[in-house]
């Protein structure tokens, strides 16, 4: 269904009386931005002359190449700007979507940064007066600062990440709507690029950011440069505690907007969907920047952090144990630094043009030998006749560079392993460790293609959900929720066998300690997980492509388009939907290993300042038992309150819409407007407000168990009580979290692409009973994939890196 006569005049008494830019052909780069890039390069260099000769050298080339995404990643912001901004009309509803992204971002991150602060002054106020054993090289003062400082860095950083992302997917949706119209390829290529931006650049500042840490405590206080990844915890705990309140509130914002505005489009009135004459469109639209771009690079951004630093940990405790050397330790940082080149070469490897593309077609076809081509799945025709092969397909182009840079990340990780991995005692362990980097490699590969198999339209899960949808909502719901619950199996037992694998193979890389036992084993899943986030830019790239091409589609139609241009539209759209999926799986799956990681770091940070071992967690003893109970029920409640926030909120929004068309009958024929900005206030102050419980309970739990175990309890004789209790809270609620994260994002996406493809034209087309009940399945899955589920991801991460910022504060004494 399109916009009648009468709704196609619609928009311009709704909206045109804002003011908008003037399109700038060229762009130049302002003075304070040179001076910051100038300022930046100078500091880094200095802080590289900071550093210990056996490290300088490698310390530079990370620098240079993390500096080197930092301006790639201006540029693809720049190219992206300088294209058309499309009709006035195109213009005045990106304007409105933009005013209502910065009006919400500004105003949750003024609540994230009071709670940023206070909880920055709480740390502060632990470590200065937690006991410190006298073994240890750092006063309390200086752990605090040091904690405190890495903390409010990481906070900040991962703010940016998200915001940045924001801010280039609400400049650039107008231009691929733009695009659209002229060419369906160059529409591609802004959407990836302008999503390519926020990537390369939250890896490049958690790459810097981590560095001038680094540079700065080596510099300060003067200690081993193998001990300073432990004093740097803080700023993984940053990250994930802005993160978390990100998700959480985007999350509630885009899904309480998105479910009231289609039960009363698609269901109530049969409009259709981005309809300027929905109150609610608007809030819609503003919801798709704020939960899915802002939101997950701060998501992306925390993990990076957590991984690295935990690794770093691993690496540094190695070189102490094993006597290897300093590339142990700077492993982690050069993975990311790759990433950021594989990943570049990727994107422009999807851009259209002549350079490079004899090098990108060899490495095309040479990935078609290793990896299966997505895109042969695809060959479809569609409703007018029209038939789309590989070739023209968005998912081909955007899967062809994803194969490109796995297959580039490959070659470059055995060039990493044998120059930084090598140790003469051990000569072959740089190889048993490249195996372990190719497990990783190829954990996200399958994960990539176990949710692609479970969301897409063209495989039997989402076909089967559709036809579910002939006989009504209910049996739509039922087979939805099974497809979601059967799909947890094969990345549970994909991720376990990834874990294993990598650390046998670690074990056996010939690494022995002083005493003669194998410790390569946590370094190996260690570098399994770095081998899985290799590819990380460009995976974030796909993700930020998603919501971009869907205001893309909202303009389109709210500005009145030709069908054409919208069927455009609704082809990127769909893909989108596919590349957030799985991106969400990715996620899960990383999200995976970084918790093993912080989990073992936990433990030997509990070892290192007890002087006990601590290598079984019994949960025979009653108190540890109990706290894995509380862990797996705080998940649950955790998904409850995010998934009751979203309905809240939803209610409000359906209940403001009906009010307006009762009480103003002329929207619907274009003779009266819609009140937008009622239904943006209300779905701001509900994210803003529902954010706030689940959030502190989470950050609360671990100290919560830590502390109440550790003074109460029958095994008072019993040192490690609270941390025994904590590393059972940490594996229930992250075996439970990984699970039902994956049941929320693969049965949420399934859910959404059921309804997609009923709308293409199959089981009866947009407006029939097939598609109203796909949409009260859609209006399900909602909150599931895109609030619940992500903010999982979050959770599971910030659990463990409090544990291990508090891990020395749940011993009884220390040794001394």
Same mark, same amino acid.
């Given at each position: 269904?399109?916009?009648?006569?009468?709704?196609?005049?619609?928009?311009?008494?709704?909206?045109?009386?804002?003011?908008?830019?003037?399109?700038?052909?060229?762009?130049?780069?302002?003075?304070?931005?040179?001076?910051?890039?100038?300022?930046?390069?100078?500091?880094?260099?200095?802080?590289?002359?900071?550093?210990?000769?056996?490290?300088?050298?490698?310390?530079?080339?990370?620098?240079?190449?993390?500096?080197?995404?930092?301006?790639?990643?201006?540029?693809?912001?720049?190219?992206?700007?300088?294209?058309?901004?499309?009709?006035?009309?195109?213009?005045?509803?990106?304007?409105?979507?933009?005013?209502?992204?910065?009006?919400?971002?500004? &105003?949750?991150?003024?609540? $994230?940064?009071?709670?940023?602060?206070?909880?920055?002054?709480?740390?502060?106020?632990?470590?200065?007066?937690?006991?410190?054993?006298?073994?240890?090289?750092?006063?309390?003062?200086?752990?605090?600062?040091?904690?405190?400082?890495?903390?409010?860095?990481?906070?900040?950083?991962?703010?940016?990440?998200?915001?940045?992302?924001?801010?280039?997917?609400?400049?650039?949706?107008?231009?691929?709507?733009?695009?659209?119209?002229?060419?369906?390829?160059?529409?591609?290529?802004?959407?990836?690029?302008?999503?390519?931006?926020?990537?390369?650049?939250?890896?490049?500042?958690?790459?810097?950011?981590?560095?001038?840490?680094?540079?700065?405590?080596?510099?300060?206080?003067?200690?081993?440069?193998?001990?300073?990844?432990?004093?740097?915890?803080?700023?993984?705990?940053?990250?994930?505690?802005?993160?978390?309140?990100?998700?959480?509130?985007?999350?509630?914002?885009?899904?309480?907007?998105?479910?009231?505005?289609?039960?009363?489009?698609?269901?109530? &009135?049969?409009?259709?969907?981005?309809?300027?004459?929905?109150?609610?469109?608007?809030?819609?639209?503003?919801?798709?920047?704020?939960?899915?771009?802002?939101?997950?690079?701060?998501?992306?951004?925390?993990?990076?952090?957590?991984?690295?630093?935990?690794?770093? $940990?691993?690496?540094?405790?190695?070189?102490?144990?094993?006597?290897?050397?300093?590339?142990?330790?700077?492993?982690?940082?050069?993975?990311?630094?790759?990433?950021?080149?594989?990943?570049?070469?990727?994107?422009?490897?999807?851009?259209?043009?002549?350079? #490079?593309?004899?090098?990108?077609?060899?490495?095309?076809?040479?990935?078609?030998?290793?990896?299966?081509?997505?895109?042969?799945?695809?060959?479809?025709?569609?409703?007018?006749?029209?038939?789309?092969?590989?070739?023209?397909?968005?998912?081909?182009?955007?899967?062809?560079?994803?194969?490109?840079?796995?297959?580039?990340?490959?070659?470059?990780?055995?060039?990493?392993?044998?120059?930084?991995?090598?140790?003469?005692?051990?000569?072959?362990?740089? #190889?048993?460790?490249?195996?372990?980097?190719?497990?990783?490699?190829?954990?996200?590969?399958?994960?990539?293609?176990?949710?692609?198999?479970?969301?897409?339209?063209?495989?039997?899960?989402?076909?089967?959900?559709?036809?579910?949808?002939?006989?009504?909502?209910?049996?739509?719901?039922?087979?939805?929720?099974?497809?979601?619950?059967?799909?947890?199996?094969?990345?549970?037992?994909?991720?376990?066998?990834?874990?294993?694998?990598?650390?046998?193979?670690?074990?056996?890389?010939?690494?022995?300690?002083?005493?003669?036992?194998?410790?390569?084993?946590?370094?190996?899943?260690?570098?399994?997980?770095?081998?899985?986030?290799? &590819?990380?830019?460009?995976?974030?790239?796909?993700?930020?492509?998603?919501?971009?091409?869907?205001?893309?589609?909202?303009?389109?139609?709210?500005?009145?388009?030709?069908?054409?241009?919208?069927?455009?539209?609704?082809?990127?759209?769909?893909?989108?939907?596919?590349?957030?999926? $799985?991106?969400?799986?990715?996620?899960?799956? &990383?999200?995976?290993?970084?918790?093993?990681?912080?989990?073992?770091?936990?433990?030997?940070?509990?070892?290192?300042?007890?002087?006990?071992?601590?290598? $079984?967690?019994?949960?025979?003893?009653?108190?540890?038992?109990?706290?894995?109970?509380?862990?797996?029920?705080?998940?649950?409640?955790?998904?409850?309150?995010?998934?009751?926030?979203?309905?809240?909120?939803?209610?409000?929004?359906?209940?403001?819409?009906?009010?307006?068309?009762?009480?103003?009958?002329?929207?619907?024929?274009?003779?009266?407007?819609?009140?937008?900005?009622?239904?943006?206030?209300?779905?701001?102050?509900?994210?803003?407000?529902?954010?706030?419980?689940?959030?502190?309970?989470?950050?609360?739990?671990?100290?919560?168990?830590?502390?109440?175990?550790?003074?109460?309890?029958?095994?008072?004789?019993?040192?490690?009580?609270?941390?025994?209790?904590?590393?059972?809270?940490?594996?229930?609620?992250?075996?439970?979290?990984?699970?039902?994260?994956?049941?929320?994002?693969?049965?949420?996406?399934?859910?959404?692409?059921?309804?997609?493809?009923?709308?293409?034209?199959?089981?009866?087309?947009?407006?029939?009973?097939?598609?109203?009940?796909?949409?009260?399945?859609?209006?399900?899955?909602?909150?599931?994939?895109?609030?619940?589920?992500?903010?999982?991801?979050?959770?599971?991460?910030?659990?463990?890196?409090?544990?291990?910022?508090?891990?020395?504060?749940?011993?009884?004494?220390?040794?001394?």
């Amino acid at each position: 269904m399109r916009l009648t006569g009468d709704s196609k005049t619609l928009l311009p008494t709704i909206l045109r009386n804002r003011p908008h830019r003037k399109r700038r052909k060229q762009l130049s780069t302002p003075t304070n931005l040179r001076i910051f890039i100038g300022a930046l390069g100078c500091t880094l260099f200095f802080s590289c002359l900071a550093l210990p000769t056996e490290i300088r050298v490698a310390a530079f080339v990370l620098c240079t190449v993390a500096f080197g995404g930092f301006l790639f990643s201006l540029f693809l912001a720049k190219w992206v700007l300088m294209q058309e901004e499309g009709t006035e009309d195109m213009r005045v509803v990106s304007d409105a979507i933009r005013m209502g992204a910065d009006g919400f971002l500004r &105003t949750q991150y003024g609540t $994230i940064i009071q709670l940023t602060i206070f909880c920055m002054l709480l740390l502060f106020v632990i470590y200065l007066f937690r006991q410190v054993p006298e073994h240890s090289p750092v006063g309390s003062l200086s752990l605090a600062c040091t904690t405190a400082i890495s903390f409010f860095m990481g906070a900040i950083c991962s703010g940016t990440a998200g915001f940045v992302g924001m801010w280039v997917s609400v400049r650039s949706n107008v231009r691929v709507a733009s695009a659209a119209s002229k060419d369906c390829h160059l529409a591609i290529s802004i959407a990836l690029s302008a999503g390519a931006f926020s990537a390369i650049l939250v890896v490049s500042m958690c790459l810097l950011g981590i560095f001038i840490l680094f540079t700065s405590v080596s510099f300060i206080l003067k200690i081993p440069f193998y001990r300073i990844p432990m004093l740097l915890v803080g700023y993984g705990f940053g990250a994930s505690f802005v993160a978390l309140f990100a998700q959480l509130g985007g999350g509630i914002y885009t899904k309480a907007a998105d479910v009231g505005a289609d039960i009363i489009g698609k269901v109530e &009135t049969s409009i259709p969907e981005d309809d300027p004459r929905n109150p609610a469109v608007i809030a819609d639209l503003v919801g798709d920047n704020v939960g899915d771009c802002a939101g997950r690079g701060s998501d992306l951004f925390e993990s990076i952090a957590a991984e690295i630093i935990s690794a770093m $940990i691993i690496g540094g405790v190695l070189m102490e144990q094993a006597q290897v050397g300093a590339g142990y330790l700077l492993f982690p940082l050069s993975v990311h630094a790759m990433d950021l080149l594989v990943s570049s070469f990727g994107i422009l490897s999807v851009q259209r043009g002549d350079n #490079w593309a004899y090098l990108v077609s060899i490495l095309s076809r040479l990935s078609c030998y290793f990896y299966r081509d997505f895109s042969s799945e695809h060959n479809e025709t569609f409703e007018n006749g029209n038939s789309q092969t590989s070739e023209n397909n968005p998912f081909a182009l955007l899967m062809k560079g994803y194969r490109i840079s796995a297959i580039i990340s490959g070659i470059l990780i055995i060039f990493l392993c044998r120059c930084l991995l090598y140790h003469e005692a051990a000569p072959h362990a740089c #190889w048993y460790f490249c195996l372990c980097a190719f497990i990783g490699l190829g954990t996200g590969y399958i994960f990539i293609a176990i949710t692609h198999y479970y969301t897409d339209c063209s495989h039997s899960p989402v076909v089967y959900i559709a036809k579910s949808s002939m006989t009504g909502a209910g049996t739509n719901v039922i087979a939805g929720i099974s497809v979601g619950l059967q799909s947890t199996l094969l990345p549970a037992v994909t991720i376990t066998l990834a874990v294993l694998m990598s650390y046998r193979i670690g074990q056996a890389s010939g690494l022995y300690d002083s005493n003669g036992e194998p410790v390569g084993g946590l370094f190996g899943t260690a570098v399994a997980t770095m081998g899985m986030l290799s &590819t990380a830019a460009y995976i974030l790239s796909m993700d930020v492509f998603g919501p971009i091409a869907d205001n893309a589609g909202g303009i389109v139609e709210m500005s009145a388009s030709t069908s054409d241009v919208r069927n455009i539209t609704d082809q990127l759209d769909a893909v989108g939907n596919t590349t957030k999926a $799985i991106t969400k799986g990715y996620a899960v799956g &990383t999200a995976a290993l970084a918790s093993f990681l912080l989990f073992t770091a936990f433990l030997d940070e509990v070892m290192e300042y007890s002087g006990l071992p601590l290598e $079984i967690v019994d949960i025979a003893v009653p108190e540890v038992f109990f706290a894995g109970f509380i862990g797996a029920s705080l998940v649950f409640l955790f998904s409850g309150t995010t998934i009751r926030a979203v309905g809240s909120a939803a209610q409000d929004v359906v209940a403001e819409v009906r009010r307006q068309f009762t009480n103003f009958p002329g929207i619907m024929n274009g003779t009266q407007k819609p009140d937008y900005q009622a239904c943006v206030s209300i779905v701001t102050k509900a994210a803003l407000r529902e954010m706030l419980i689940p959030g502190t309970v989470t950050v609360l739990s671990p100290a919560f168990v830590g502390y109440l175990f550790k003074f109460v309890g029958t095994h008072e004789d019993d040192p490690l009580i609270g941390a025994k209790c904590v590393a059972s809270f940490l594996m229930f609620s992250t075996a439970t979290g990984l699970l039902l994260a994956l049941f929320f994002n693969t049965g949420g996406g399934a859910f959404d692409n059921a309804k997609k493809l009923i709308e293409r034209g199959f089981y009866g087309g947009k407006g029939s009973d097939t598609h109203k009940a796909a949409v009260t399945g859609d209006t399900l899955g909602d909150p599931f994939k895109d609030t619940a589920g992500p903010s999982l991801h979050v959770l599971i991460k910030l659990i463990s890196t409090i544990a291990l910022v508090l891990a020395p504060s749940f011993v009884k004494g220390g040794k001394t």
